[in-house]
């Protein structure tokens, strides 16, 4: 399946540019084919009378056919759900964008986003007239950014289903992230919201690769450490700090939540070279007994001067009154 890889070294410089293009093409075609394989097996594992007995079973043959893909592939049980997803769009809805893949005539990037970009659109017709737009204009597409990739494709949408652009974008509004419900365990607070597909992606993954950094002895489970790099991550940090204790784990580093965080003790004499406190009398409080030589609070104690090391003047005059008005003076 793979043809004999010439040294580049012994290539020009025509030579290398044309297999960097041939090669890019190749990449996106072999993409291609291989969502076809994909669409082909999601069909024979779904289609089976076993796998309609048992489409509500909590591991139903979606799950057993995304396993097999995720062994195959080396990748994640979600990540093999979604190339099943985009393999049967590829085919079976927007069938022109899927061939220009095969063909290698577009990125699996562009592919992706079209039908990622599509889903909304339920109306055959209309969804037929936006692949075949598409597919005479996404050859240009590949050098696009994110935004400008989909903003391209919302276009070739609202000429022929403008409800479904607008479906989807009502569904980006409504985006949002909350913390902290009435039930939430003392000290926890529970997240809950709607994300992009994207950021849900990427924090996923940042996660996971923070998570997986320590050391094998680190001792809290890996859903602990994905939320320790939660916390990190919002503190402006990028390296989860190991616990197991050991010197020489090269994972140990300081904690980037820690500098957001001022710690205050406040003693009943704070500066031991005034001698001891004075005693305030006795506490009229419901608590009040004997004393029992603990601390007191000093009252007159000058924390203007403790905190910022400057004394007033002793010698400092009090102000003078304003003058009184001659009419209000008392005869």
């Known amino acids: 399946m793979c043809e004999a890889f010439r040294d580049p070294a012994g290539m ?45 079973s909590a591991c139903d043959a979606w799950d057993c056919c995304a396993a097999e893909i995720a062994a195959d592939l080396i990748v994640s049980h979600r990540t093999a759900s979604g190339l099943m997803y985009q393999a049967l769009d ?62 391209a494709i919302d276009a070739a949408i609202e000429r022929h289903d403008p409800d479904a652009v607008r479906r989807f974008r009502t569904a980006q509004r409504s985006l949002n992230i909350a913390f902290g419900k009435p039930d939430d365990a003392t000290g926890t607070r529970s997240i809950y919201g709607r994300v992009s597909a994207l950021d849900a992606e990427l924090t996923d993954r940042r996660l996971d690769a923070m998570a997986t950094s320590v ?31 050991s010197a020489d784990c090269p994972a140990t580093g300081p904690d980037a939540r820690g500098k957001h965080f001022e710690i205050l003790v406040l003693t009943d004499n704070p500066n031991p070279a005034d001698g001891p406190a004075p005693d305030d009398g006795p506490d009229d409080g419901p608590n009040d007994g004997p004393d029992d030589g603990g601390p007191r609070y000093d009252r007159d104690y000058d924390w203007e001067h403790h905190w910022t090391g400057e004394a007033p003047p002793e010698d400092a005059e009090a102000p003078e009154p304003p003058p009184e008005d001659e009419e209000s003076a008392p005869e």
């Open 90 to 151: 590829l085919r079976d809805r927007i069938p022109l964008t899927g061939d220009l893949l095969r063909r290698g005539d577009i990125t699996l990037k562009v592919a992706a986003t079209a039908s990622w970009r599509t889903q909304l659109i339920v109306d055959p017709d209309a969804l037929a007239r936006v692949d075949a737009d598409l597919a005479a204009v996404a050859t240009r597409w590949g050098g696009y950014s994110e935004q400008k990739l989909c903003d």
């Open 215 to 245: 050391c094998p002895e680190d001792p809290r489970t890996h859903g602990e450490r994905r939320v320790a790099a939660h916390g990190i991550i919002n503190a402006g940090g990028d390296h989860l700090p190991c616990l197991c204790g």
């Open 12 to 56: 020009d410089d025509a030579a290398l540019n044309l297999s960097i293009t041939g090669y890019a093409r190749a990449e996106a075609a072999t993409a291609g084919h291989r969502l076809a394989l994909i669409a082909e097996l999601v069909d024979r594992r779904l289609g089976t009378d076993l796998a309609r007995s048992r489409e509500r």
